[in-house]
């Protein structure tokens, strides 16, 4: 008798044949990009270094599209949004040391956003792994150290044979839910020397599903079907295990509104009849939340930003599902669900009852009229003018790509994403320079749309050499630069807390003359004409820089009242 587990596929005789005489002139490089073939890759991004030159000689011998940036934290934004974009792991490609280092913020951006990446980094020679001090180039004790703390996974590699098998387990790992960055380090020599290793060709990687537990699930749907006034927060696990529209339709059948967090932006129609929007940064939104007998909370673990700044006190039940073991109950007790978004609420809609309940759209429209009042007394029609001309000017299935700006803390509340996996930021870390150099990434993902990207002045001096990436691979990315003479948000943090900003005030290029100099066309537009100069500019093929000099303020927060 033959059992399932006893099949062996045997290799044809052709595959027999190219193992036995693989090609000559490869190394541990090829092995390298062959893996990643293998697995799927089409795109990587990166940065040479000379401990990694094996793997980046290899890459001319392999059909991949190799897109280059001028600094690794840059070229590690970029790889993040190319993930968010496919939801395929992106390979960012590094050399050891100062060049790996770089490439930490990033790396804490895509961990905290739930963004997969795949980093393949050099590690000194062999010989020196260990801890010893040697005196390589670029030596550190213990590279991977660095990186544990802020990557899923971390995997070492000390020969040729572990390579293809690390590699498939960190783009598994980085595929699993939650989704994030992983980390592979390579010595040196290993990817130098010659492989008699037969050319990589199977890749079967497939990411660990993450159902829920049944009894959970039953629980969960009782309580939400016997409800007086459910609600539901959906949070970037929502968007991330595309589950935008079940969330839609079990929404529908409870009757429950529904408030995205800065990370679900678009995970819910924002001009649904349940929709609260994102002003989850208010105390309207906060009170009726905590008002709700039975509150699901998807995909998010109620962090600072989605909790108004941890002064949501919620007195009714809660459900919270989650993928990332570590925010499950972290915040709030729950019923606590430790699931993928997409099969949690696949489970619910199989079990829940649905709801009657004809007063839930006017709740609703009470809550935003009274957040409309609260911005109407504060005079914030500039700003209010100026993300609404940002939203006429964008096509409605474009990305965009916002740093930490002032109107990007609007954009978090106020603007509508037209659908999930629009609007990205780095809210999830809080690191600048993120908005432009993740924006090529997702030009790189999906050329077929425009793509924008918002910064201050502040941010982007952070990224202004990458502009010459955008024009070296003729990417359709419109970068629109608030110029307010520093750094906005800090210095308007400095002085409602100290009367007077200090370090905040910034000497800044001619951003325009800047971009032209690169070879990239820019404008120079006010709040009057920026909807016509971005629309313009977002109409034309290649890359453009939109500035617009205005001092924008927040409006004020509700998290102090409490």
Do not use: C
């Amino acid at each position: 008798m033959t059992h399932d587990h006893d099949l062996v596929l045997r290799p044809t005789e052709a595959q027999t044949s190219a193992a036995l005489n693989p090609p000559p002139g490869r190394n541990g490089g090829d092995l390298v990009v062959e893996t990643l073939a293998a697995l799927g890759t089409t795109t990587v991004f990166g940065l040479p270094g000379q401990h990694a030159l094996g793997v980046f000689d290899a890459l001319r011998r392999s059909d991949l599209r190799y897109i280059g940036l001028r600094v690794e934290n840059n070229a590690g934004f970029a790889a993040d949004a190319y993930g968010r974009i496919t939801g395929e792991a992106a390979p960012l490609l590094l050399s050891t040391g100062p060049g790996a280092l770089t490439s930490l913020a990033a790396l804490q951006e895509a961990a905290a956003a739930s963004a997969p990446v795949l980093a393949i980094s050099s590690q000194i020679p062999s010989a020196g792994l260990g801890g010893g001090r040697h005196g390589y180039l670029h030596e550190l004790p213990d590279q991977s150290a660095s990186f544990r703390g802020v990557v899923k996974s971390v995997h070492t590699v000390r020969t040729q044979s572990q390579i293809p098998s690390a590699i498939e387990a960190a783009w598994k790992s980085a595929l699993t839910a939650p989704h994030g960055p992983v980390w592979v380090e390579i010595p040196q020599d290993v990817l130098l020397a010659e492989t008699s290793i037969p050319v990589v060709t199977g890749g079967d990687a497939f990411p660990e599903e993450l159902p829920p537990r049944p009894e959970l699930t039953a629980v969960a749907a009782d309580l939400l079907s016997r409800a007086e006034r459910p609600a539901i927060i959906a949070g970037g696990g929502v968007v991330r295990a595309d589950a935008s529209g079940k969330l839609k339709q079990l929404a529908e059948m409870l009757r429950a509104p529904v408030v995205t967090t800065p990370g679900g932006k678009g995970a819910f129609p924002w001009k649904h009849p349940l929709s609260l929007q994102s002003w989850i940064e208010d105390r309207h939104t906060t009170d009726f939340l905590e008002d709700a007998d039975v509150l699901l909370v998807v995909g998010s673990g109620l962090g600072e930003l989605s909790s108004n700044y941890h002064t949501f006190k919620p007195r009714g039940r809660v459900v919270q599902i989650e993928a990332d073991l570590g925010k499950l109950e972290s915040n709030h007790p729950a019923l606590g669900i430790h699931a993928d978004a997409r099969l949690a609420l696949q489970a619910l809609l199989e079990t829940v009852s649905a709801r009657e309940d004809a007063k839930a759209p006017e709740r609703v429209r009470e809550v935003l009229a009274k957040v409309a009042e609260r911005l109407g007394v504060q005079e914030l029609t500039l700003e209010q003018d100026v993300l609404a001309a940002v939203r006429r000017a964008l096509p409605a299935d474009s990305p965009s790509f916002w740093d930490m700006t002032i109107l990007a803390y609007w954009a978090w509340s106020a603007f509508d994403a037209k659908g999930p996996n629009h609007m990205h930021s780095a809210q999830g870390s809080g690191g600048l320079g993120y908005g432009f150099p993740a924006a090529l990434g997702g030009a790189v993902a999906d050329p077929t749309r425009p793509v924008l990207a918002v910064s201050g002045d502040g941010g982007a001096l952070y990224s202004i050499a990458e502009l010459a990436t955008a024009r070296q691979y003729d990417l359709n990315v419109t970068w629109l630069i608030v110029d307010d003479g520093g750094y906005g948000i800090l210095r308007e943090y400095m002085t409602d807390a100290f009367g007077e900003a200090t370090a905040t005030e910034l000497t800044r290029p001619d951003y325009v003359a800047l971009a032209e100099s690169f070879g990239v066309p820019g404008v120079r537009t006010s709040p009057q004409t920026l909807e016509a100069d971005l629309a313009k500019a977002l109409g034309e093929p290649g890359p453009s820089v939109v500035v617009l000099p205005a001092v924008l303020r927040m409006f004020a927060p509700t998290h102090l009242e409490s």
